[in-house]
T-cell receptor, first 114, second 113 residues
Framework: EAGVAQSPRYKIIEKRQSVAFWCNPI?????LYWYQQILGQGPKLLIQ????????DSQLPKDRFSAERLKGVDSTLKIQPAKLEDSAVYLC????????????FGEGSRLTVL | AQSVTQPDIHITVSEGASLELRCNYS??????LFWYVQSPGQGLQLLLK??????LVQGIKGFEAEFKRSQSSFNLRKPSVHWSDAAEYFC???????????FGTGTRLLVSP
């Protein structure tokens, strides 16, 4: 079974530029998450989708971050314009759903903002 | 809101020795509790989880954890550490019925020969 796929694995940009990350969840997984992991910290949930609807985006900085999950499968996370403090690993995870469903994480996309 | 504290940033253990990683949570009731492991450049992998019932939970790779309500703790243990266990370990909590995980800051495990 293929796992959660993310791309690109690494991205270096200058502040005020834009960047987009892509995630392809495990086939059949209805729930998709984007987490931000800053160096030395635990992952923090940015947004949770159930199919193509947003369940929780309370910690998403909406002035610069956006995410979509068209057709309820792949998802894209965009940052525009990027700030230095956005340097982090962006983790995508998916699950079948339900309160006790296991989350499966991708390898992450590491962003460096100069 | 729930929160998680992992008091140890780094721990070094000799190969073959036992391991205990500490995790304390803050939540008004009994939450869902998880331990994840992250190897360098890899995503997080679930080691074990606790929802209810038996307070001693067995996981993969020989790990176990014990939920202690009186201490608000969910410590991870392994009787004999292998060099391949070197990684970062994250404790996480979720409110029952929800999948929003709140992670601790992690403990980096180093294994010495």
């Amino acid at each position: 079974e293929a796992g959660v796929a993310q791309s690109p694995r690494y991205k270096i940009i200058e502040k005020r530029q834009s960047v987009a990350f892509w995630c392809n969840p495990i086939s059949g997984h209805a729930t998709l998450y984007w987490y931000q992991q800053i160096l030395g910290q635990g992952p923090k949930l940015l947004i949770q989708f159930q199919n193509n609807g947003v369940v929780d985006d309370s910690q998403l900085p909406k002035d610069r971050f956006s995410a979509e999950r068209l057709k309820g499968v792949d998802s894209t996370l965009k940052i525009q314009p990027a700030k230095l403090e956005d340097s982090a690993v962006y983790l995508c995870a998916s699950s079948l759903g339900g309160a006790t469903g296991e989350l499966f994480f991708g390898e992450g996309s590491r962003l460096t903002v100069l | 809101a729930q929160s998680v504290t992992q008091p140890d940033i780094h721990i070094t253990v000799s190969e073959g020795a036992s391991l205990e990683l500490r995790c304390n949570y803050s939540y008004g009731a009994t939450p869902y509790l998880f331990w994840y492991v992250q190897s360098p450049g890899q995503g997080l992998q679930l080691l074990l989880k606790y929802f209810s019932g038996d307070t001693l939970v067995q996981g993969i790779k020989g790990f176990e954890a014990e939920f202690k309500r009186s201490q608000s703790s969910f410590n991870l243990r392994k009787p004999s550490v292998h060099w391949s266990d070197a990684a970062e370990y994250f404790c996480a909590v979720a409110a029952p019925g929800f999948q929003k995980l709140v992670f601790g800051t992690g403990t980096r495990l180093l294994v010495s020969p």
